[in-house]
């Protein structure tokens, strides 16, 4: 990953510790959902579709905590719903930075003005933003017009108040390598985002629109075509070399979910934050009673087309682990 130097000596030295403890499986990073409920009604989103009595609950912050503590994950990504819409997101952003954890808090970023002085810069700390396309293709993404210049606008307020702003763009089978491309381009040279993360589109089960999802196959081709010309090499995209690969179809790797698992107001998801077969109460049970060898590609059907990076990335970040040669290379920048 193209990660601040700080930040990959940490993780890094985390795990480092996590071999010498010979533990087999344990979190990179933690997918927090602390409520469903979002401001924006995406046709592609599965996580709005949970029933009222849900949408309105907000996990407590201490809960919230112990459950990162249990983990014992260094990095924290809150995404939801729309986290802004928790009324103290700012108290558990400012907990878990003083617990020494880097926290990404994805957002969609309407709500960023109006939040905005209750956060201030810190290097554990940055924005990710949800931007899906260009003007027409992130607003209709979104279904909602003018959400793109919103989100752009409030982008360019982060930066200029010294905060750190990734970007996480989701693409479907109505991209084209040529979108994939301007969308990259803009966000790198145009906006200046510090990091940028891709992922194609996972086919949720309750997303209303089922039929613009990508198959493996067309996954690695629009990659593949995006990529070339030495874009992958000038965009500072947030994934290590070999997710990249992975993406193109250059490298495969066993899904390993445990590595970036969810916690959410029902529990620690099983098995990942895309698919549900029942809650666990700690991380630990989770990884304990999970038959992890019955998902991913090949095993579930349910995971025949994804290739999200909860899945894989940890899987990549331990084969760059592994072996020096793949270490440079992420040192390296891929
Ligand atoms: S902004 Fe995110 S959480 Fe909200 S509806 Fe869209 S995809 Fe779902
Ligand atoms: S392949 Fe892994 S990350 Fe993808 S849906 Fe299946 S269990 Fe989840």
């Known amino acids: 990953m193209t990660m601040p130097v700080r930040q990959s000596l940490r993780i890094g030295g985390y795990l480092l510790r996590q071999k010498l403890a010979g533990r087999e499986k344990f979190p990179l990073i933690v997918e927090l959902e602390p409520l469903f409920a979002c401001n924006l009604a995406c046709a592609g989103c599965g996580k709005i579709q949970h029933p009222a009595s849900v949408l309105k609950q907000r996990m407590p912050v201490q809960q919230a905590l112990d459950a990162i503590e249990e983990c014992g994950a260094p990095m924290v990504s809150i995404a939801g719903g729309e986290p802004l819409m928790h009324p103290e997101i700012d108290v558990l952003v400012a907990e878990l930075i003083k617990r020494r954890k880097y926290v990404f808090l994805c957002t969609n970023a309407l709500l960023i003005p109006r939040k905005l002085d209750k956060f201030a810069p810190s290097r554990y700390f940055a924005w990710a933003v949800h931007i899906d396309g260009l003007k027409e293709r992130h607003d209709a993404s979104v279904c909602k017009d003018g959400v793109f210049e919103q989100a752009a606008g409030a982008i360019r307020e982060c930066q200029r108040?010294?905060?750190?702003?990734?970007?996480?763009?989701?693409?479907?089978?109505?991209?084209?390598?040529?979108?994939?491309?301007?969308?990259?381009?803009?966000?790198?040279?145009?906006?200046?985002?510090?990091?940028?993360?891709?992922?194609?589109?996972?086919?949720?089960?309750?997303?209303?629109?089922?039929?613009?999802?990508?198959?493996?196959?067309?996954?690695?081709?629009?990659?593949?075509?995006?990529?070339?010309?030495?874009?992958?090499?000038?965009?500072?995209?947030?994934?290590?070399?070999?997710?990249?690969?992975?993406?193109?179809?250059?490298?495969?790797?066993?899904?390993?979910?445990?590595?970036?698992?969810?916690?959410?107001?029902?529990?620690?998801?099983?098995?990942?934050?895309?698919?549900?077969?029942?809650?666990?109460?700690?991380?630990?049970?989770?990884?304990?009673?999970?038959?992890?060898?019955?998902?991913?590609?090949?095993?579930?059907?349910?995971?025949?087309?994804?290739?999200?990076?909860?899945?894989?990335?940890?899987?990549?970040?331990?084969?760059t682990t592994a072996s020096l040669r793949e270490s440079l290379r992420a040192l390296r920048g891929g």
């Open 161 to 319: 108040r010294g905060f750190r702003v990734t970007t996480n763009t989701t693409f479907f089978n109505t991209d084209t390598p040529q979108t994939v491309i301007d969308v990259l381009n803009y966000l790198n040279d145009d906006l200046g985002i510090d990091e940028m993360q891709i992922s194609p589109a996972y086919a949720y089960e309750k997303a209303p629109d089922q039929e613009h999802f990508l198959g493996v196959t067309e996954t690695r081709e629009l990659f593949r075509k995006a990529f070339a010309g030495g874009n992958r090499r000038r965009w500072r995209l947030n994934h290590s070399p070999l997710f990249l690969d992975f993406l193109e179809g250059k490298a495969d790797f066993s899904c390993t979910a445990w590595g970036i698992p969810s916690y959410s107001l029902f529990g620690w998801q099983r098995p990942c934050y895309l698919m549900s077969d029942g809650y666990a109460k700690t991380y630990r049970e989770l990884v304990e009673t999970t038959d992890w060898e019955a998902y991913g590609r090949g095993r579930d059907p349910r995971c025949a087309n994804c290739m999200a990076h909860c899945g894989y990335e940890p899987s990549a970040v331990f084969a």
